[in-house]
């Protein structure tokens, strides 16, 4: 009763105008003060130090070098995304195994791994002669350098594009896809001439998460690159030297990476809608025979391939000391808390603890911008504005951003350590949910809103009964993003103080092996893995119970 009468309150006073503009008012002003703002003028209080690049020839070579890699192997790691996760995120829609649910949340096990221990995982796998598939060779099979770096940003944000395209497939509708079925079409046929162009939305909101993903992670890649230097490890490499230029180097290369990213992601935004996609030319004999149950599933399997072979068993390859661990009385150590583990576990909820926090926020917060920018309720230029302005944070390297925002809090105001903490880990995965529930809103056609509000529906009416149940796998997936990205961020929390989460910790242990053992090191990462599938899967049983796999 209570809650019908809550649920009626709302109805109410969404019909005022005055708190519908309260409402987004209160998103706008959270997203610039909290989200943007501070890692922005973060960068322009240092404004004045980038002149000290323009007079090192020598580091302005290093930075444009670094920024073209950077965008380079963006691009190309985003387009692999998108080709391997399309076809992964329909087998886990499309599949009638129950154990799809399991394969769903597994999808998800690389993005909660501590980007450190992800990069140091990869490289024991694919690097050391000694242990992975290089012991196979007796040699290193890729050294550290570009292909490392493109064969780990392909297993870190290969699970963002997954995400986003389940939820959009969830929500999708497919009615439209049978009717073309119905009137005779292959299956193939259906799927790229009707399925994919209503999709269009979260297949560009995918390849753009995973292209700023790429662009700005530091910490994991700083584990594989040797001498190869892109954007984020050229700051970092000067940062760990004191060179000369230093802040100036940091300055530039985070200004011109957030300027190219937003002349990209504006030129994609304007030509995305716009795009042909597919080719409309159909060949009924050849797409038929691509369509049979034997191409299907030999498609299904080497998606499964893709994933295991060179996204999960990599990722998870430095938590294979945990097995020995279990046998050997270490475990028992970590189970009572002895020694480092008493840290360890009070590290484990701190990581938890803010992730709660960020999505929770998020959730309260990015639904009204979703909306603003998925139905242009400013105008479609200053809603297209706000569609680039939300993926900056993601577009600033993590540390960069990190340091940026330690500038603009402890200049202007004073902010506890775990507040600085939660607001850059909001920062930071606020463009997640929001992206992913834009799309997802924009994929809701319109007229069934416009239907609703004929018919007396409230605004708040309008979107419990219609948007959200049409859109709910997107926002599940958007929060989980948002809490999995929160738990493994590393390298903006060591910018930004002294608490030491779970990723921050490990860290620590994995530089420091004189004093920690690879069991020690491989059974912390077992751990928050563990913790974090059980978490996921729990949620994803309870949430899509009624989910069509």
């Known amino acids: 009763m209570a809650g019908s009468n809550i649920i009626k309150f709302l109805d109410s006073l969404s019909s005022r105008s005055s708190v519908r503009y309260l409402v987004y008012s209160c998103s706008l002003a959270f997203f610039f003060a909290l989200i943007l703002i501070p890692p922005i003028l973060g960068i322009v209080l ?52 129950k154990w799809l649910r399991t394969l769903d949340t597994m999808a998800d096990i690389p993005f909660v791994i501590p980007t450190v221990a992800l990069g140091y995982s990869l490289l024991l796998f694919w690097s050391d002669p000694n242990q992975g598939i290089s012991s196979l060779f007796g040699s290193s099979l890729v050294s550290p350098g570009w292909l490392l770096i493109i064969l780990l940003h392909f297993a870190f944000s290969y699970p963002v594009v997954v995400r986003v395209m389940v939820g959009a497939l969830l929500d999708y509708k497919r009615e439209y896809e049978e009717a073309a079925r119905t009137l005779g079409a292959a299956p193939l046929t259906a799927d790229r001439t009707v399925t994919l162009p209503i999709l269009k939305t979260a297949l560009i909101a995918s390849f753009i998460l995973a292209f700023a993903r790429s662009v700005s992670e530091t910490g994991a890649t700083m584990m594989v690159a040797g001498a190869f230097e892109n954007g984020p490890i050229f700051i970092n490499n000067l940062k760990t030297a004191q060179e000369p230029g230093y802040e100036g180097a940091l300055v530039f290369v985070s200004f011109i990476l957030i300027a190219i990213s937003c002349i990209i992601f504006v030129t994609i935004r304007l030509l995305g809608p716009r795009l042909k996609m597919p080719i409309k030319k159909v060949w009924p004999v050849a797409e038929r025979k691509l369509s049979s149950s034997g191409v299907t599933n030999s498609r299904n399997v080497v998606s499964l391939l893709v994933f295991f072979l060179l996204v999960l068993i990599p990722s998870l390859f430095v938590a294979l000391p945990a097995f020995y661990a279990v046998t050997n009385g270490t475990l028992n150590e970590a189970v009572t808390g002895v020694g480092i583990w008493q840290e360890y576990w009070q590290s484990l909820v701190l990581s938890y603890f803010v992730g709660a926090i960020a999505t929770l926020l998020n959730v309260i917060a990015g639904l009204p911008m979703a909306v603003l920018i998925a139905r242009r309720r400013l105008g479609t230029a200053l809603s297209s504005i706000l569609d680039v302005l939300v993926n900056i944070p993601l577009i600033v390297p993590s540390i960069a951003l990190g340091i940026s925002f330690s500038i603009f809090w402890k200049n202007f105001v004073f902010m506890p350590e775990i507040g600085l903490l939660i607001f ?5 995965t606020y463009p997640y949910l929001v992206r992913s529930m834009a799309a ?52 903006a929390t060591l910018a930004v103080t002294e608490l030491k989460t779970a990723p921050v910790l490990l860290v620590e242990w994995v530089k420091d092996t004189v004093h920690f053992t690879s069991l020690e090191i491989g059974l912390g990462c077992g751990i928050l893995v563990l913790f974090s599938f059980i978490i996921l899967l729990v949620l994803r049983l309870f949430a899509r119970e009624k989910a069509r796999y």
């Open 46 to 97: 240092k404004w004045n130090t980038m002149a000290d690049i323009f007079g090192n020839s020598s580091l302005m070579s290093r930075a444009t070098s670094a920024i073209y890699a950077s965008f380079v192997i963006a691009l190309f790691v985003s387009f692999i995304d998108v080709v391997a996760g399309v076809p992964m995120a329909w087998f886990i829609t499309r599949g009638r195994f």
């Open 424 to 428: 850059v880990h909001l920062s930071i």
């Open 440 to 491: 997802a809103i924009e994929r809701v056609n319109i007229d069934y809103e416009e239907a609703a509000r004929t018919l007396g529906g409230r605004p708040f009416t309008v979107f419990r009964t219609i948007i959200l149940p049409l859109t709910k796998y997107s926002l599940i997936a958007g929060a989980v993003m948002v809490f999995t990205r929160s738990v493994s961020e590393t390298g």
